[in-house]
């Protein structure tokens, strides 16, 4: 069975300063992992995923993700914030395995103060 | 070029209807969900059809009906429409890695 669990459902953080969002995932096959984000009245989408290639993954808008698997952790860093990167972040994790199914975390709020 | 769209937006009715929501994806995918995000936000996957098969069916009651009629379309239907299901239902599809890409949500209040 997989499971993600992330880390604070609000996040607040001053323009210009570090994102940190923690996601911690347990899976007994190899994952790959993804984060999505969601801003308001719209879908979810891609930031990056990992799978199995490098453990650094970077992905749009200047997002990036390590994954350490002895931490079993995939957190969701950016070094210098911005107003529109307030939004819902969601980790996610599905198996290499062949299984369809997708498991998303509970979500983090990120606002960002000016 | 909406890649995966949804139809309505929104729907707004009463306890006891029955109503349906419709998906298309223009991607090409093999692969299609139904997904509920309640109002904390918490994502759900309901159902996924693969090659027009239904594959994922997740502890949903029965008056929730996927139909797939082929593998660019997947509908939802709903029966006897509850408080409960007042959520936003999200469509998606994915193709190798499970990247999934969604719908903007069609946003259900039942009253």
């Known amino acids: 069975a997989q499971s993600v669990t992330q880390l604070g459902s609000h996040v607040s953080v001053s323009e210009g300063a570090l994102v940190l969002l923690r996601c911690n995932y347990s899976?007994?096959?190899?994952?790959?992992l993804f984060w999505y984000v969601q801003y308001p009245n719209q879908g979810l989408q891609l930031l990056l995923k990992y799978t199995s290639a490098a453990t650094l993954v970077k992905g749009i808008n200047g997002f990036e993700a390590e994954f350490k698997k002895s931490e079993t952790s995939f957190h969701l860093t950016k070094p210098s914030a911005h107003m529109s990167d307030a939004a819902e972040y969601f980790c996610a994790v599905s198996d290499q395995s062949g299984g369809f199914k997708t498991i998303f975390g509970a979500g983090t709020r990120l606002f960002v103060k000016a | 070029d909406t890649a995966v769209s949804q139809t309505p937006k929104y729907l707004v009715t009463q306890m006891g209807n029955d109503k349906s929501i419709k998906c298309e994806q223009n991607l090409g995918h093999d692969t299609m969900y139904w997904y509920k995000q309640d109002s904390k936000k918490f994502l759900k996957i309901m159902f996924s059809?693969?090659?027009?098969?239904?594959?994922i069916n997740e502890t949903v009651p029965n008056r929730f009906s996927p139909k797939s009629p082929d593998k660019a379309h997947l509908n939802l239907h709903i029966n006897s429409l509850e408080l409960g299901d007042s959520a936003v239902y999200f469509c998606?599809?994915?193709?190798?890695?499970?990247?999934?890409?969604f719908g903007a949500g069609t946003r259900l209040s039942v009253l």
């Open positions: 899976s007994s096959v190899p994952p790959y």
């Open positions: 059809y693969n090659n027009k098969e239904l594959i």
């Open positions: 998606a599809s994915s193709h190798s890695e499970n990247i999934q890409y």
